[in-house]
């Protein structure tokens, strides 16, 4: 039977793709389309060769690893070759893996070690009698570089081992997150091309023929595995990390974890996926390998990955989309902020239509323009950003975004402070601004009044009704059943959620106002300092920079709020109807268990958000950090608590579980 043509020129032309592709990642290091993108392209290219075998040829991209070997390196064959992970995306996929191994086995019952899969390069490193002599990329699995001088700058990995062992190890080189970021940020001042991310970074710092560039990079590594060794290594996978991390390696042990079976993984791949949140180290997934070494042999290989192993992906963090337009957002200080609006796409479990462009310095630098195919990505996986601009698929017409010079909300011509990147609109009539700093006062950050969110703060200020945020606590439920949507019982528990507020803690307060520099950790410190809202507006720059915490720029934000009459006079009219208290002037703080003590949070709490729980220690007299050190008396803990209890743990700090927190808290 003859094969359609069609289908010829659609193999002929996903090959043509991949390998395009394949470039781009691995040898340019500069990647055009994203990983779910590229995974798609192979997947549609296995169902085809798999419909029709007599097409497959040997020089398919699903024949072969992938890479290509670049000049400059002495090209290394790999005695055992370096085969790359099948992928999976779901926990019927996974279903499918174990049944396959028990069917080859014959066995029903397997056990597995569930580890991070590291975005990096991977790395085959050989030692004779103990002593580091080679180490080489993967490079086409067969085939790889010689990057041995460049290996030796990374601290972690062991020029000699504990013992005289002749052994070669596989593992992961990778570029921590905040040495990336630190990386990145030297180029910017420098004005050179930035990275799009840690993985493409570590690449291309193994590609430097100067082990110098190399070691200003700070560069890590993870052994997972052996490849061959003149001893006789444990017999089970997880055996073999302890064995080569007693060896001097540095190995992952911390996240690697035995399950009896393969429900056990599947039950718990949430509890993975919020975990690499704490981590200091890019993953994208998981790998699930068989425990048993005698298992692992008797499965064996593919022609091009284990049969014995697997990744599971975890949900895309970063994509491409097209920016349809640019259009501007007016903030609460008045700073113009450009937003892209984008082809929807799923990302990171939400569909996301816009993202942030931060600053018109930013397009300018980025040179991002509308039409243009961009990388986007979650910032702490909650803020959509535009990473980067894919600039071969950008239409040779396109031009640059033309920066505004009026506000887009009240015409007013836009200036830009000497010592800011900042656009900003400096009418204080300006409605957006009225709008957005009602809405911040009104937030969980500020006074937290529920059932009044940003939509029905833009009817009341639309209708006349709010004119500032005073003006919210004379509120009417006659006012509220007048507006579209909202009836009278909806107007009733609004009026009730407002009463609720008019008793305001200062540091709430003073958080709500919006006072540039001053966020909510800055308020509970000048709460601390100063007994009454009266005292804080007469307060005077000595004494408000006497406060450690407070510096001079701080101190002039605050002195300039309270000289401004506008603000005062709505302060006036706020203090008519509400209780402003002082919530930490509390007698039985100075008895407290948390008084003078500092803490650190870690893990996901049940009961609080982070920001609740570090308020009602604060509240008690104690202090909070970001990090642990020998200063810090406490680390309390949560669910999946990352590297913070380890380092607790190595510096004998104290940890409290949830409950026990709750437990103390409740005495008070």
Known sequence: MSIPKEIVQEINRLKSLIHYHNKKYYVDYYPEISDSEFDELMAKLI????????????????????????????????????KSLGNTYSSGELIDFDQRIKKILLVDDVKYVVEYKIDGVSISLKYEDGEFVQAATRGDGDFGDDVTNNIRTIRSIPIKLTRAI?????????????????????????????????????AGSLKLLDPREVNKRHLDAFIYNIADCNENPPETHFDRLVYIKDLGFKVNLKHSIKYQTINGIINDLNSWEIGRNNLDYETDGLVIKVNSIDYQQKLGFTAKEPRWAISYKFPAKQMTSKIIDITLSVGRLGTITPVAILEPVFLSGTTVSRASLHNFDEIKRKDIRIGDTVFIEKGGEIIPQVVSVVESKRDLESKPFEMPTQCPECKSILIKDEDEVALRCVNINCIAQLKRKIQYFTSKSGVDIEGLGESIVELLVDKGFLKDYADIFYLTKEDLSSLEGLGDKSAENLIQSIE???????????????????????????????????????????????????????????????????????????????????????????????????????????????????????????????????????????????????????LNVKVLNESEFINILETF
């Open 47 to 82: 169902k085809l060769e798999k419909e029709y075998p007599e097409l497959i040829e040997a020089n398919s991209p699903t024949q072969r690893v992938g890479g290509k070997l670049l000049d400059g390196f002495k090209a290394v064959a790999h005695k055992i070759p370096m």
């Open 166 to 202: 002749s052994i070669e190890v596989r593992g992961e080189v990778f570029f921590p997150i905040p040495n990336f970021k630190e990386f990145n940020r030297q180029r910017d001042e420098l004005n050179e091309k930035t990275f799009a991310n840690p993985r493409n970074a570590a």
């Open 500 to 650: 609720l507020k008019k008793k305001i803690p200062l540091h709430k307060l003073i958080t709500a106002l919006g006072i540039k520099h001053i966020g909510n950790k800055a308020s509970q410190t000048i709460t601390k300092n100063f007994t009454s809202l009266s005292s804080l507006k007469s307060a005077t720059i000595e004494e408000l920079t006497a406060i450690p915490e407070i510096g001079p720029v701080m101190a002039e934000s605050v002195i300039q709020f309270f000289v401004n009459t506008n603000n005062l006079n709505v302060l006036n009219k706020l203090e008519k109807v509400c209780e402003i208290i002082n919530d930490y002037i509390n007698p039985s703080k100075e008895k407290s268990f948390f008084t003078s003590k500092k803490f650190v949070l870690t893990g996901n709490l049940s009961n609080f958000t982070r920001k609740e729980a570090e308020e009602k220690i604060i509240s008690l007299g104690g202090t909070c950090s970001s990090s642990v050190s020998n200063k810090t008396d406490y680390v309390i803990i949560g669910n999946n608590p990352g590297s913070k209890l380890q380092k607790a743990k190595e």
